[in-house]
Nanobody, 128 residues
Framework: QGQLVESGGGSVQAGGSLRLSCAAS????????MGWFRQAPEKEREGVAI????????AYADSVKGRFTISLDNAKNTLYLQMNSLKPEDTAMYYC?????????????????????WGQGTQVTVYS
């Protein structure tokens, strides 16, 4: 059984930056679509970004395009989410997830039920 462990969350002023990390053990990135999701209080969990290492395929939610960047370091078995120009509406618990690699080539990548493995989450709070 693999494990996903997020870190890097915190409180930041609007306009600031954070970099989230997700340490993956027991996973081969070539077999999985890796993603970041977030869930704000009283809201549904939403897909933020995904990446598949095989073809360096990425996709982003419209709300974060141009501000967030997802990346992988295969040597370190770590997934990242660089978040710039943060807004108060980015406040949420952020989760990394792993699912079948085909998800990364599907319009359904935003559907959280398609992912098999999840981390415990890291809180991001953006204040104005």
């Amino acid at each position: 059984q693999g494990q996903l462990v997020e870190s890097g969350g915190g409180s930041v002023q609007a306009g600031g930056s954070l970099r989230l990390s997700c340490a993956a053990s027991g996973y081969s990135f070539s077999s999985y679509c890796m993603g970041w999701f977030r869930q704000a209080p009283e809201k549904e969990r939403e897909g933020v970004a995904i990446i598949y290492i095989g073809y360096d395929n990425t996709a982003y939610a419209d709300s974060v395009k141009g501000r967030f960047t997802i990346s992988l370091d295969n040597a370190k078995n770590t997934l990242y989410l660089q978040m710039n120009s943060l807004k108060p509406e980015d406040t949420a618990m952020y989760y990394c997830a792993a699912g079948p690699w085909r998800i990364c080539y599907s319009d359904s990548w935003r559907e959280d039920y398609r992912y098999n493995y999840w981390g415990q989450g890291t809180q991001v709070t953006v204040y104005s």
